[in-house]
């Protein structure tokens, strides 16, 4: 749409190939059909025409249509693998970062208050070597690394007292659980280091992934308040994060930062098919996508640690 309210055309035709693409890919490792992601962009900008009665800016309509490309094609995609009780549908056959995937709805289903079915036991070796390499990337020593790990791998299983959901519940397609763990493991090594420093020798003392994230006073704990009341660092927010440390980082990092874990505007595979992204990191089109994701991995670390170091400075 254009400033008079009009269609624009060219405005519509690269919006509905990005909600095509999101709807194709909603999440690395889902690949849905060309039919079914077409039939879905089709539906999601019939449905958001018939809603705006008014040219809304063109930013919102954007945000709309790929939220609800992100979200219905996960939706979709779990329903066709309960409804066919397997957990292989639509997933992406060249993701060769696993072997299979296991039952989600196995994973999430509760038995006396817990999660206790033996589908369990295959996440382990799924998650153990993602965590294992953030963590000693991190420099944190192998004794360091299996505490953390075991630590954040239970937080999976925990509820939070918010809404009595744990993280495993938070997830739609089990390729989700990846980056979820990722995530999980990037905010604990955070506070771990934290309390390293502030409370030595006192073990059992790392605040909770939901201490973390689901605090109502603020998303992330840095620091220990105590040694300077008069830094809120507990209450901090991304636009807060970029003034303190705006030139810490590039604008390319910044971009990065943005895209996975503020906006989730993109999927860490669309990273690596976006031809400006792999200009910035140095790579080309026909690297081999272990390369470019390796890469991208390492841009995504070098820039948390560079943030890390600066809150904590």
């Known amino acids: 749409m254009n400033r008079s309210g009009e269609l ?25 059909p060309d039919d079914a992601a077409a039939a879905l ?8 025409l018939d809603r705006y009665k008014s040219r809304p800016p063109d930013a919102e309509f954007s945000a709309e249509a790929l939220e609800g490309a992100h979200d219905h094609s996960r939706h979709n995609v779990a329903q066709d693998r309960t409804k066919q009780s397997d957990p292989q549908v639509c997933h992406d056959p060249e993701d060769n970062r696993y072997e299979r995937n296991l039952n989600l709805d196995r994973l999430q289903e509760k038995e006396g208050g817990g999660f206790s079915h033996r589908e369990w036991n295959g996440l382990d070796p799924i998650l153990r070597p993602f965590g294992f390499h953030l963590l000693l990337r991190k420099g944190l020593g192998n004794q360091d690394a299996e505490d953390v790990y075991l630590e954040t791998f239970a937080e999976l299983a925990r509820e939070r007292a918010k809404d009595g959901k744990a993280p495993i519940e938070s997830i739609v397609v089990f390729e989700e659980v990846i980056p979820l763990f990722s995530k999980m493991i990037q905010f604990r090594t955070i506070d771990w280091r934290r309390k390293q420093s502030a409370l030595k020798n006192q073990p059992n003392t790392q605040s909770s992934f939901e201490d973390l994230t689901e605090r109502e006073d603020g998303a992330m704990q840095f620091e220990d308040e105590s040694a300077d009341p008069g830094r809120d660092l507990g209450a901090l927010s991304f636009d807060e994060i970029y003034r303190q440390c705006g030139e ?18 993109a999927t860490m595979g669309e990273l690596c098919d976006d031809p400006e992204i792999l200009e910035q990191l140095g790579l080309e ?17 070098e820039a948390l640690e560079k943030l890390q170091k600066c809150l904590l400075s």
């Open 41 to 48: 962009a089709g539906e999601i900008f019939e449905n958001l």
């Open 285 to 301: 089109p026909s690297h081999s996508i272990s390369k470019k994701r390796r890469i991208l991995n390492e841009a995504l670390e």
């Open 248 to 265: 810490i980082l590039n604008e390319c990092q910044w971009h990065l930062i943005f895209t996975i874990y503020v906006a989730q505007s």
């Open 8 to 32: 624009d055309p060219e405005f519509f035709e690269k919006l509905w190939r990005a909600t095509y693409r999101r709807a194709k890919r909603p999440v690395e490792g889902v690949l849905v």
